[in-house]
């Protein structure tokens, strides 16, 4: 292998690996500025309550998921609109999806008795007009949602917690309509979080989304079928054998 044909190489290795890695992040939070420089507006959320079946609660500061409130259940919708798209501040369609974390700022936690929060992706619509009745009877699991919650823990704690929602988001780049969430509580004391309409921006629900762009997504079988990271792994023993092989035999003049 002459010197420059080895320079070629590490040099095409080197720029396809960068092309794969090369990821972005979006974080969309009501009011706050995009990467195109407008406030994000597409934040929808509410409570739907078993207690007050015919009122809608949309203009409410805060959600509540409780299995008991006033002797009847209540749960929490929230839902981001808008995410994809071919405007800057979107996510492009086609995009890989790596990473999707929703982050809520809970100021009523769940710990007497400790409930488990379960976060599942709506399959039907709704709107911060909805309410217990218009949604007949509620959010029922496996009808109006998947069958399998994105994520599900407790929050014990009076602070920020996050939710997992890497499902929900790549179903969503794969053309599954966008509905949101809704928030499941299995205990009795209820967990409230700061709505999109609560006064301070840095409270409000906040979604973060890393991905990469479709354009820097090169079109190879193992990357689809194996992931970046094994495909990455292969481009490093293709340079690590490169190397040795220029170690071995001596440089050809060009």
Same mark, same amino acid.
């Given at each position: 292998?002459?010197?420059?044909?080895?320079?070629?190489?590490?040099?095409?290795?080197?720029?396809?690996?960068?092309?794969?890695? =090369?990821?972005?992040?979006?974080?969309?939070?009501?009011?706050?500025?995009?990467?195109?420089?407008?406030?994000?507006?597409?934040?929808?959320?509410?409570?739907?309550?078993?207690?007050?079946?015919?009122?809608?609660?949309?203009?409410?500061?805060?959600?509540?998921?409780? !299995?008991?409130?006033?002797?009847?259940?209540?749960?929490? !919708?929230? =839902?981001?609109?808008?995410?994809?798209?071919?405007?800057?501040?979107?996510?492009?369609?086609?995009?890989?999806?790596?990473?999707?974390?929703?982050?809520?700022?809970?100021?009523?936690?769940?710990?007497?008795?400790?409930?488990?929060?379960? !976060?599942?992706?709506?399959?039907?619509?709704?709107?911060?007009?909805?309410?217990?009745?218009?949604? /007949?009877?509620?959010?029922? /699991?496996?009808?109006?949602?998947?069958?399998?919650?994105?994520?599900?823990?407790?929050?014990?704690?009076?602070?920020?917690?996050?939710?997992?929602?890497?499902?929900?988001?790549?179903?969503?780049?794969?053309?599954?309509?966008?509905?949101?969430?809704?928030?499941?509580?299995?205990?009795?004391?209820?967990?409230?979080?700061?709505?999109?309409?609560?006064?301070?921006?840095? /409270? =409000?629900?906040?979604?973060?989304?890393?991905?990469?762009?479709?354009?820097?997504?090169?079109?190879?079988?193992?990357?689809?079928?194996?992931?970046?990271?094994?495909?990455?792994?292969?481009?490093?023993?293709?340079?690590?054998?490169?190397?040795?092989?220029?170690?071995?035999?001596?440089?050809?003049?060009?």
């Amino acid at each position: 292998m002459s010197k420059r044909s080895f320079q070629t190489l590490l040099l095409g290795i080197g720029l396809l690996a960068a092309s794969i890695a =090369r990821a972005e992040t979006i974080v969309f939070q009501e009011g706050a500025l995009l990467p195109g420089g407008g406030p994000y507006a597409g934040t929808q959320d509410t409570e739907i309550e078993a207690a007050d079946p015919m009122l809608p609660f949309g203009s409410r500061v805060a959600v509540r998921s409780d !299995l008991d409130d006033r002797g009847a259940e209540t749960q929490g !919708l929230l =839902r981001f609109d808008g995410l994809f798209g071919a405007l800057p501040d979107q996510i492009p369609p086609g995009s890989t999806i790596t990473s999707a974390v929703l982050t809520l700022e809970v100021f009523n936690s769940s710990n007497v008795p400790v409930g488990i929060i379960s !976060l599942y992706r709506m399959t039907t619509a709704w709107s911060e007009s909805s309410t217990w009745d218009s949604l /007949v009877g509620g959010v029922q /699991v496996g009808s109006e949602t998947v069958a399998v919650a994105d994520d599900a823990h407790t929050t014990e704690l009076i602070a920020s917690t996050t939710f997992d929602v890497l499902p929900s988001l790549q179903a969503w780049a794969g053309g599954d309509s966008n509905f949101g969430w809704v928030f499941l509580n299995d205990g009795t004391d209820g967990m409230e979080f700061w709505s999109s309409e609560y006064g301070t921006l840095a /409270v =409000r629900p906040m979604l973060t989304v890393t991905f990469v762009p479709p354009e820097t997504t090169p079109s190879i079988p193992a990357l689809s079928r194996y992931g970046l990271g094994a495909l990455l792994a292969v481009l490093t023993i293709i340079a690590v054998a490169a190397i040795r092989t220029a170690h071995r035999a001596p440089y050809c003049a060009d």
